[in-house]
């Protein structure tokens, strides 16, 4: 038959009930997991640090492989396909195209120029393709401020266009 038993929870002081029926429970000293983890919660830290970690002064597994992936750039990493970098991902990481796309948002006042939205995820948008129009990359009046929701659905509606224009 099992035993009803009232004992004061360690870590929250309130009284809580519980049934006695195996040697599980018989050392119970918190009401519930929440108290039991917050009260627990320095000793489990501390159980295991320093010299009572099992690991302590040994070496990982893997210590030879540690940085190795580290270093294999340009003709070494095994990704390298003959230096065939696509022509506008470079132009994009470039200086000179933060600068352009900061000088349209600047002069859009950082507005959507179609749902005139303000802020938000913004897109700069080449009016002339940028990849057929080289010398009109970095032109400021190329440039359009979007969201990226507007540009997306700009870019649906013209696929087959050489310049896309929002204002047409």
């Avoid at 690991?55 to 893997?62: A, C, D, G, T």
């Avoid at 210590?63 to 003709?75: D, M, P, R």
């Avoid at 990704?79 to 600068?99: C, H, N, V």
């Avoid at 349209?104 to 959507?112: A, E």
Wanted: hydrophobic share 25%; proline share 2%; net charge positive.
């Amino acid at each position: 038959m099992r035993k009803r038993e009232i004992k004061k929870c360690k870590y929250c002081k309130k009284d809580f009930e519980f049934m006695c029926a195996g040697s599980e429970y018989k050392n119970r000293k918190f009401c519930g997991r929440l108290c039991a983890n917050l009260g627990n919660r320095e000793s489990n830290s501390k159980s295991k640090m320093g010299e009572k970690n099992p690991m302590y002064n040994e070496r990982p597994w893997n210590y030879k492989t540690i940085g190795a992936q580290k270093g294999k750039k340009g003709k070494e990493s095994h990704f390298w396909k003959g230096g065939i970098s696509d022509e506008s991902k470079l132009a994009r990481a470039s200086g000179k195209w933060k600068k352009w796309r900061l000088a349209v948002y600047k002069r859009d006042n950082y507005i959507c120029q179609i749902c005139k939205e303000k802020g938000g995820k913004l897109v700069p948008h080449h009016i002339k393709i940028f990849r057929l129009y080289k010398d009109d990359r970095y032109k400021v009046e190329n440039g359009v401020t979007l969201c990226s929701h507007c540009h997306r659905g700009l870019h649906n509606k013209n696929v087959n266009k050489r310049i896309i224009n929002i204002y047409e």
